[in-house]
């Protein structure tokens, strides 16, 4: 199997972020853990790693957006 394309990845992201928005924070590694630990994310460690990125900066503008 080849590289997912950042594309697929961001809509992953997106999902996971709407399937659990509590779970996730604006902090990097506690988006990380949390892939890890729910086993939401069962790809390479890169992927998890672009994944959680994604969910960070996606938490960060929802923050804006509020205030």
Sequence with gaps: MGKQTTGILKTKAEKLYNMYPTEF???FDKNKGV???TGLFEYSKSDRNIVAGFITRFVQQQKKKED
């Design 25 to 27: 924070t604006e902090d």
């Design 35 to 37: 892939l890890n630990s």
